[in-house]
C-alpha cells in the first residue's frame, strides 16, 4: 500500500513539475494530439533467454504540449505475460520530427518484479512523429531482476 501511494505521488510530482515547465508556453501554440498505440517489438541483450520479442498491445497516448504526453495502456510482454501501465513522458529536446527524453510510470506484469504487481519504472524515451505515424523508442537497462532490452513501440495519430 505505501509503495502504491509513494509510485502515484511520484507520478504527480513528474506531472506537476513538467507542467509547470510548459506553463510559459503561448496558449494556441500548440495544439493537443492524440496517438493510438498499437504495440510493437523488442531485442534483448540476453537473447539466449527465449523471450517473446513481438509486443502486441493497444494503448492511447495524450500530447498535451511540444514536451509532455501522457500514456496508457497494455501489451504482452517478453515474459509472456500482460502488462497494463500509465506513464508521464517528458521530451525536452526536439530536431524535427524526433524528440528526445524520458518515460516515467507505473506497470505490472513482469513476475520478477513485486511478484507480477505495480511497480515504477523508468526510461530514455527517443520519439518519431510524423503526421500520422509514430514510433517510440526506449532503452531498458541491465539490471539485477531485469534484462535489459531495446523497444520500439508504433503509433498513429487520431486527432
Given at each position: 500500500?505505501?509503495?502504491?501511494f509513494l509510485?502515484?505521488?511520484?507520478l504527480?510530482?513528474?506531472?506537476s513539475?513538467a507542467?509547470?515547465a ?10 493537443s ?13 540476453n ?6 520479442e ?16 501522457f ?9 509472456r ?32 518484479m ?25 532503452l ?20
Amino acid at each position: 500500500m505505501v509503495t502504491r501511494f509513494l509510485l502515484l505521488a511520484g507520478l504527480l510530482l513528474c506531472w506537476s513539475s513538467a507542467a509547470l515547465a510548459d506553463a510559459d508556453q503561448p496558449a494556441d501554440a500548440f495544439k493537443s494530439e492524440l496517438w493510438v498505440n498499437v504495440g510493437g517489438f523488442s531485442t534483448h541483450f540476453n537473447p539466449n533467454k527465449n523471450y517473446n520479442e513481438s509486443n502486441a498491445g493497444v494503448g492511447l497516448e495524450y500530447r498535451t504540449s511540444p514536451t509532455i504526453s501522457f500514456m496508457a495502456g497494455s501489451y504482452y510482454n517478453s515474459v509472456r505475460h500482460t502488462t497494463t501501465y500509465a506513464a508521464v513522458n517528458w521530451q525536452p529536446y526536439s530536431m524535427g520530427d524526433f524528440k528526445v527524453g524520458v518515460a516515467a510510470g507505473v506497470m505490472d506484469g513482469y513476475p520478477g518484479m513485486e511478484r507480477g504487481g505495480t511497480f515504477f519504472a523508468a526510461l530514455p524515451l527517443v520519439t518519431y512523429e510524423g503526421k500520422l505515424f509514430g514510433v517510440n523508442f526506449g532503452l531498458i537497462p541491465d539490471m539485477p531482476k531485469v534484462n535489459g532490452a531495446v523497444m520500439a513501440q508504433f503509433k498513429f495519430r487520431l486527432k
